[in-house]
């Protein structure tokens, strides 16, 4: 690395200038343009550290790396510090069980990633034309901190693809997951999407749509100045339900839902069912400059294909209506394979500081992904569209 080169650890956001984060990020700073990646953009990982979601207490502690060439910076990370495997969505609970048994220290490690978001992105964010030296300075940042602090791994969570393969190039190992996105053949309606469809799936989606309209209400979709108070306050009631049934405690605090009105409104899809003037169920949406990525669910009463309805379909909805290519709907999930929902890869990165044990790391990952790309195959082949010539 050359000495013209810097490389600082940040304890928080205080001491970065948001327009430099935003930079690196690939982040407007038009208020006209949409961020590619809205979860790595300034304003949404400082709320989430505003908000006391990450911090003292929660197991995420910020040590967001920079990269500085004089005074301009060039590269930045989202890093953190671990105690725990909560949120992440890349399972690695064997790893650790395993390392600890064998006599080590499993915790604390690190992990570059967006707190809560299995929504692949740039995590190693460099500005236009410091793409190469800018990824080898937080590379080299990342590995220090391990190396330095004694801590047993650093983890590059739903990275992009690029980023992954560069990654292994240089020794880190390299691991594939499976998530299911819904993607837009320049369909000009929702029937135009369903038209390509196998008939039997056709059906079954609209007799799922049906089935959800009958709940008695309307379903809205709200977004920037049309999400008022009152409906965060009742997204929040759904979202404290679904964290307390899937995690034990809800991930993000009520003051986050606040901080994201505040500083980011105009990227947020809300879709509510709405009965008497109650929402009894919601599907939160962040909104990027060609995606459209589902985040929380919740209700409060339960009706035949809600969810569905409130979750996917509205969300490609949405997306044909604003010429969005991709739905990202979130970690897991076969059944969203009915439902218009293709398997895709995606990619982490791991440096394993203990060479015996990433050895054992790296053989468990060449049969993960080989067993992977064998399930992404036969769900492919098993998915909702007509074949080549079938007829309705």
């Not at 390509?196 to 079954?204: D, E, I, M, P, Y």
């Not at 309307?218 to 995690?247: N, S």
């Not at 060479?355 to 399930?375: H, M, N, P, S, Y």
Request: with cysteine; charged share 25%.
């Amino acid at each position: 690395m050359s000495a013209s080169f810097e490389i600082r650890v940040h304890t928080s956001f205080e001491n970065i200038d948001p327009s430099e984060w935003d930079s690196c990020a690939g982040s407007s700073s038009s208020e006209s343009e949409r961020a590619v990646d809205p979860f790595t953009t300034y304003r949404f990982l400082k709320a989430l550290e505003d908000s006391g979601s990450i911090g003292p207490g929660t197991g995420w502690q910020a040590q967001y790396l920079t990269v500085h060439k004089g005074d301009e910076m060039i590269a930045a990370a989202p890093v953190y510090g671990k105690s725990h495997s909560q949120g992440e969505y890349i399972f690695d609970f064997n790893w650790a069980h395993a390392y600890e048994n064998a006599g080590g220290r499993y915790y604390p490690k690190l992990q570059v990633a967006v707190p809560f978001t299995p929504v692949t992105g740039r995590r190693l964010l460099t500005k236009p034309e410091h793409e190469q030296v800018g990824r080898a300075a937080l590379i080299q940042g990342l590995v220090q901190l391990v190396q330095e602090n004694k801590i047993s791994s650093a983890h590059i969570t739903f990275c992009a693809e690029g980023e992954a393969t560069e990654g292994e190039k240089i020794g880190l190992l390299k691991r594939k997951s499976q998530q299911f996105h819904w993607k837009n053949s320049s369909y000009q309606n929702f029937e135009d999407f369903l038209n390509g469809l196998s008939s039997r799936k056709r059906k079954n989606i609209r007799k799922e749509r049906k089935q959800a309209q009958s709940f008695g209400g309307e379903i809205v979709q709200l977004t920037g100045d049309q999400i008022q108070p009152e409906h965060w306050d009742a997204f929040w009631r759904f979202y404290q339900d679904t964290g307390a049934r899937k995690w034990g405690t809800p991930y993000l605090t009520r003051s986050f839902f606040d901080l994201a009105h505040e500083r980011m409104r105009d990227d947020i899809l809300l879709v509510l069912a709405i009965r008497d003037g109650q929402a009894i169920a919601g599907a939160l949406n962040f909104i990027g400059a060609d995606a459209l990525f589902g985040r929380y669910w919740g209700c409060t009463e339960h009706y035949p294909a809600l969810h569905f309805e409130l979750c996917y379909y509205q969300a490609v909805d949405y997306a044909i209506a604003h010429e969005l290519s991709t739905v990202e709907a979130g970690a897991q999930g076969e059944h969203k394979l009915a439902r218009g929902y293709l398997p895709v890869e995606t990619h982490s990165l791991h440096y394993i500081a203990d060479t015996g044990f990433r050895d054992a790391v790296a053989k468990f990952l060449d049969a993960e992904a080989q067993a992977i790309g064998e399930e992404i195959e036969i769900l492919t082949a098993y998915g909702p569209f007509k074949n080549s010539g079938e007829a309705d």
